[in-house]
């Protein structure tokens, strides 16, 4: 078995937001468009939930799957590999509930491993439970919020609508949030396709929240720190764990502390590079 926590935090460089939705925003409110909050010891507080994270994960990554010709679904709506993909002229969820019913679950789970993508594989899909769990990241300290005033502008005629203003509610640059994901059982590559989208955040490539295009969601990433429990691997050479998978010698810039792989500090974006490769260097289909 093997257990990995990757833990970070999320550094505001830019105006950040995080929508409640209109379902959750109270008649009280005083924006138009408030941030999702949640309440601790009394206070109503500005965080991220972990499904908005695992979102931005599960989005970022089909695209890097794409651009290795890797067949993979988008992971949302009707366009999974359970509603989509097909076993033996069927869909793959009908064949796999028809096990199921039939006390079949050995036969329901090698079907679902042979029919599904990579991606369905290490985030789940209906049905079948992600092998990466995503936590809420909560504020370090008191993040300052702020309300902007935007003007909505019809797209066709490009003439500003009637009632046309509207307050939007951000957290203001500065703010760090701890984010994390726990995950059991990863290869080396599927590791490695984690660290890279975060790699890709920290250098702006992707953005967090909504309002992207008016300038919002941009973060680094910070204090990161990475501990692997494998007692399959000997030390700092963590051990392939499917065909796919390759070794990945992480000696020289990681520790081995109390039975665990752990990386920090200045080397550990040295040590993602390794891992990086392994998803690289995959021969997956």
Not at 151 to 162: C, L, S, Y
Not at 174 to 189: D, W
Request: hydrophobic content about 40%; proline content about 4%.
């Amino acid at each position: 078995m093997r257990d990995i926590a990757l833990n970070w935090e999320f550094v505001a460089k830019a105006p950040l937001r995080v929508g409640a939705g209109k379902e959750l925003i109270s008649l009280k409110s005083p924006v138009d468009l408030s941030i999702i909050r949640i309440t601790m010891g009394g206070k109503s507080i500005p965080y991220i939930p972990g499904s908005s994270i695992k979102g931005v994960f599960r989005s970022v990554s089909v695209q890097l799957a794409r651009s290795r010709n890797l067949k993979v679904c988008d992971g949302v709506g009707n366009n999974t590999c359970m509603t989509s993909g097909k076993q033996q002229g069927e869909q793959l969820k009908k064949a796999i509930d028809e096990y199921l019913k039939q006390g079949m679950a050995y036969e329901a789970l090698k079907t679902f491993e042979e029919n599904s993508c990579i991606l369905c594989k290490i985030f789940g899909s209906p049905g079948f439970l992600s092998h990466v769990y995503f936590t809420d990241a909560y504020p370090v300290g008191e993040p300052t919020t702020n309300v902007r005033i935007g003007i909505a502008i019809d797209r066709k005629t490009g003439a500003i609508w009637k009632r046309a203003l509207y307050q939007v509610e951000y957290i203001e640059p500065g703010a760090r949030f701890k984010a994390g994901l726990h995950a059991t059982n990863l290869p080396n590559y599927a590791i490695g396709l984690l660290v890279k989208i975060l790699r890709l955040i920290n250098k702006g490539y992707v953005r967090i929240g909504g309002f992207k295009t008016r300038g919002f969601g941009l973060v680094g990433v910070d204090n990161v720190e990475l501990t692997i429990t494998d007692p399959g691997s000997n030390g700092l050479k963590l051990r392939s764990l499917d065909k796919f998978d390759s070794q990945v010698d992480l000696e020289d810039c990681a520790s081995f502390e109390s039975g665990r792989v752990i990386i920090r500090g200045e080397k550990a974006w040295a040590c993602f590079e390794k891992l990086e490769d392994a998803w690289e260097n995959a021969k997956l289909s």
